[in-house]
């Protein structure tokens, strides 16, 4: 007995199709990964790239929840984007920019709620607890912003 394995007449073109996808979800991931990552070192006292790289305990933990709760937006958008890929890629844009929005307001907000000084929080050589304070609400309200996006 012999099996053959066929594949579909459209199989090279969907395959196409997909890879493409992929990397225009991929370059829309990234942009609104780096924006993301602007708004809140452009929005936290300090300048948080030049404070990672000095290896500031806490400027690590603070971006580093940051940047994961800006990824939880940008899945999520895009995930729940259209069907089709021209619509799928702009509302995937236009949810993600409004996800990173609403999330760095928010932060903001609870940042200035619970008084803590960020500033000096991020800037401290040493551990400060109030960075997982501030790194918890990064990574809460990215989960609240991306399932309000679903």
Do not use: C
Request: no cysteine; net charge negative; proline share 2%.
């Amino acid at each position: 007995m012999t099996t053959t394995l066929a594949l579909s007449d459209t199989f090279g073109s969907d395959l196409v199709k997909g890879i493409g996808a992929i990397l225009l979800y991929g370059v829309i991931g990234l942009l609104l990964m780096l924006l993301g990552f602007y708004a809140i070192d452009w929005t936290t006292p300090g300048k948080l790239s030049d404070l990672v790289r000095r290896g500031l305990p806490n400027a690590v933990i603070v971006t580093a929840s940051g940047l994961l709760s800006m990824a939880f937006i940008v899945v999520v958008a895009i995930f729940n984007s259209a069907s089709d890929l021209t619509e799928g890629l702009i509302t995937s844009l236009v949810y993600g920019l409004l996800g990173i929005v609403v999330q760095v307001l928010a932060v903001r907000l609870l940042e200035w709620a619970t008084r803590i000084d960020v500033g000096s929080t991020i800037e401290s050589e040493k551990f400060a607890p109030a960075s997982v304070v501030v790194a918890a609400a990064h990574l809460a309200l990215g989960l609240v912003v991306a399932v309000g996006i679903s």
